[in-house]
Each structure stands twice: as structure tokens, then as C-alpha cells.
């Protein structure tokens, strides 16, 4: 316990902010939780259990403002009246992986990027435990870090961070860190500029040393302007599809092929993942595991009989030989870019939701190649409505996604596939994607 630190005050109690309040509670700090909405109620329960006192529905600002530290929810933005009032009062606010990393020796692989980090976690995970280490996945897939530090029993906890984790990050150190890709998302909370957001993905490099280790996206142009302006000290693993050369892995078009660290080669049919992003996620997990030392052929068994994470390109069922896929995680446009260039059968594609300011042109090339009708499943398609009148020939609106499903059933045929993947939050008719999901497979059942 740090002696100058007595009272920490956590803002925010989903997942990471009570995982948080019990390793503080855990590590003998008395802990205030505060939530400006609901707290859900197997949270209250938790922290009732643990006599940490809490409150919702609003902030006392003169107890938060008593605070040795700060521990804030990422989706609290640095720009709210709240967090400046905590700054002017001379506390600088942490995320929950801040405060949880300092209570472990285990090896720490953290993964970032604007697509495929969840799928990329799990992976790396499944790599690292088919070859037996002792490995806890956390971060933004399954339990908090901090809730999985109390016992602290992992050799390696492979983690997924998002942008808004990272800002609240300053002494966090990764062993092995992992950047997949910058493309728009968010941009709201970077005042539109996708080099301000490609700033707070590059702050998983800082404090690395020369025996750490930083696997990139070498194809990414995001990232190759950003390592211009940034001094990377970490030993670097770069991934490509279209450079043979790079140290880290690579994928041969002609061959068909991945190779790992010039060491271990095997066929893209082998891979239990398809699409060329599933690619790169393949040779991501496969340089990690090198890298902690995983016998090739775990890596290759593991990267062989991978099976995706739920509403992540995830087969639902095939009803009277057609295909049903749920990729309700795919939020954005670049997300839905990958899905579609994976479809391998002509597609109905079930689209919408609050849009982040897409741009839907750039999916128009896939969509004129892989489409043969668009389902709206939103409450304002207007946009989608007019990006695709004319690429298209049938597009509908729906309100649910009985309505959708029931669409999708009728416009296609027997080795045709009906695909959500929204491109869009969820929260105009759902709860979140993965409510958007569920909702989705429950009404592909019912047929």
C-alpha cells in the first residue's frame, strides 16, 4: 500500500470501477465508490458485501474532492466538468488498469487497436493456456484486471485496452504490446482528429524498455505516421500482409501461408479463423506466443481450433441452407469492412443503429461485390438509405430484429448468407451490442 495514498474515490460501478473499489478495499484503502447513474444491483450486492460505502444517481463532490486518488470510468471523458473540477483541485484521475498493475509481477500482454482487440485477446489467451501457462484474460473482455489481481494467481494476464483506458494511463508498463490498427472511431472524444486518437493508442508503448517487446501493424498507415513522431524503446515485432521482410510474421499470398518469426509456416486453410483480418489476428497470437516461449506446436494447434468470441462474426445457424452470422460487435465502419470482405456467398447485409459519423463510402466497392439486398435496424436509416440507393437494388427498414431475421429469411436463398453487421452503436433500440446480438440469434432460432 502506498502510505501517502489513505482515500480513494472511484467513479463509476460497472465492472471496472468495483473490480477496482475490492483490490483497494483488498489492499486496505478506504474506498468511496460514486456513480452518476444506476448501479447495477449484483454490484450493490458486492460492495454491501464488502462494506464499501457507495452512492448513484449523482456525485458528492466535497467527498471526491477529499480523495488521495482518483479511479475513473474510461467512459468519463477528460473533458467533463466533473474530471476538470478534480484537476483543479490537484488530482489527476486513473483508469482502473493503472491502479490494478501495480499489484502484480505477472507478465503483461495488453492489446489495443480499433478493430479486432477482443478477438485478438482471446486468441493470445487460448495460444498461451493450450500450451499450459497460467493466463487470465481482463481489461474490456470479462472481468476487470483489478478483480482478477486480488488473488493475483496468473503468470500472464493478457489484456484489452481501449483508447479512452489509455488516457488515464502514465505508469502502466506492457511486457508485450500489441497495436493492431488505427482507423476513425470515437473521433467525438478527439475533436475529430484521428491523429489525436492515434495518440492515445500509441500511449501503450510508453515506458517500455529495450527488453520489452511492441508488435504492430506494419501495413497500417495510421500507425507508420504516428511512429514518426514517437521514439519506440521496445524491441519491435511488425506484422505484415504485404511485406515478406518484416522480423515479426508475415502472410504469402502466393503460398497461401503465415509465417511466425521466420520459424514456423503454415497454411491460411489451416487457421480456425477466415478473412484477411483474422489473418493478421493469427500472426499477432503467434508472435506473442513465440515470444513467451510457446512450443510451435501448441501455437499451431491453438490457431487451428480457435473458436470466435460470441457476436464477433459468429455463425448462428443455417436454416433451410441459409446462413445466419451475428457480428453485432462490429460498431464501425472499418469492423464492417472486414466482415463483408470475408463473405464468401452473396450476402444480405442487416446494417444500423446510432451512427458515429460514418463514412459509407468506402464499403461501397464490397457492397457492390458481395450485397444483393441491405436490411435497415435502426430508428434513423436515413443516411445508410441514401449512402446506398442505387449500389443496391432492396433495401428495407426494419424496427427489431424479428422484423430483420423475418427480412433476411425471405430475401435469401438456399447458399446465401444473412449477415448483422451493424456498422453502428447500439443504443437507439438496444442496450448495448451485445443485447443487440442476443436479440438477433434469439429471433434466428425461432424460425
Known amino acids: 500500500m502506498n502510505t501517502s495514498i489513505q482515500h480513494i474515490v472511484i467513479l463509476g460501478a460497472g465492472e471496472s470501477g468495483v473490480g477496482a473499489a475490492l483490490l483497494a478495499k483488498a489492499k486496505g484503502y478506504s474506498v468511496f465508490v460514486s456513480d452518476a447513474g444506476e448501479i447495477k444491483d449484483k454490484y450493490k450486492a458486492e460492495l454491501n458485501e464488502n462494506a464499501i460505502e457507495w452512492e448513484e444517481g449523482g456525485h458528492t463532490m466535497s467527498r471526491i474532492l477529499n480523495a488521495d486518488e482518483v479511479i475513473k470510468s474510461p467512459g468519463i471523458p477528460n473533458s467533463s466538468a466533473l474530471i476538470k473540477k478534480i484537476r483543479k483541485a490537484g488530482l489527476r484521475p486513473i483508469c482502473d488498469i493503472e491502479f490494478a498493475a501495480r499489484y502484480t509481477n505477472a507478465k503483461l500482454i495488453a492489446i489495443t487497436g480499433s478493430n479486432g482487440k477482443t478477438t485478438t485477446t482471446h486468441l493470445v489467451h487460448h495460444v498461451l493456456e493450450t500450451d499450459g501457462m497460467v493466463v487470465e484474460k481482463a481489461g474490456n473482455v470479462g472481468v476487470s484486471l483489478a478483480r482478477s489481481i486480488i488473488e493475483d494467481k496468473a503468470e500472464c494476464y ?71 513522431t514517437h521514439k519506440v524503446n521496445a524491441k519491435s515485432y511488425p506484422f505484415s500482409l504485404v511485406d515478406q521482410t518484416v522480423e515479426g510474421g508475415f502472410y504469402n499470398k502466393e503460398e ?107 464499403l461501397i466497392p464490397l457492397v457492390q461485390e458481395k450485397v444483393k439486398a441491405i436490411i435497415c435496424l435502426g430508428k434513423d436509416n436515413s443516411k445508410i438509405i441514401e449512402a446506398f440507393s442505387g449500389v443496391v437494388d432492396t433495401i428495407v427498414e426494419t424496427q427489431s430484429p424479428v422484423e430483420a431475421v423475418g427480412f433476411g429469411y425471405q430475401l435469401a436463398k438456399k447458399d446465401e448468407t444473412v449477415l448483422l453487421s451493424p456498422a453502428c452503436a447500439s443504443f437507439d433500440l438496444f442496450e448495448n451490442y451485445e443485447d443487440r446480438g442476443q436479440q438477433f440469434k434469439n429471433a434466428v432460432r425461432s424460425l
Open 256 to 362: 497461401q501461408t503465415i509465417t511466425i518469426k521466420n520459424k514456423l509456416t503454415m497454411s491460411i486453410h489451416d487457421l480456425a479463423l477466415k478473412g484477411k483480418h483474422n489473418v493478421q489476428n493469427s500472426l499477432v497470437a503467434g508472435i506473442a506466443g513465440r515470444l513467451v516461449d510457446i512450443r510451435k506446436e501448441s501455437i499451431r494447434e491453438s490457431l487451428a481450433d480457435f473458436t470466435n468470441v460470441e457476436h464477433r462474426l459468429e455463425f448462428v445457424a443455417k436454416v433451410n441452407g441459409i446462413e445466419f452470422i451475428n457480428d453485432s460487435k462490429a460498431t464501425n465502419i472499418n469492423a464492417t469492412w472486414y466482415a463483408l470482405e470475408s463473405m464468401t456467398n452473396p450476402t444480405v447485409w442487416v446494417v444500423g443503429g446510432v451512427d458515429k459519423g460514418n463514412d459509407y463510402e468506402e
Open 158 to 228: 493478457v489484456i484489452e485496452l481501449s483508447s479512452f483506458q489509455l488516457e488515464d494511463m502514465y505508469d502502466f508498463k506492457a511486457d508485450i504490446a500489441v497495436l493492431l490498427n488505427i482507423t476513425p472511431d470515437h473521433l467525438d472524444r478527439y475533436n475529430d482528429s484521428i491523429l489525436e486518437y492515434g495518440k492515445a493508442k500509441m500511449r501503450i508503448i510508453q515506458n517500455q524498455t529495450e527488453d520489452d517487446v511492441f508488435i504492430y501493424n506494419a501495413d497500417d498507415p495510421q500507425i507508420n505516421k504516428q511512429l514518426e
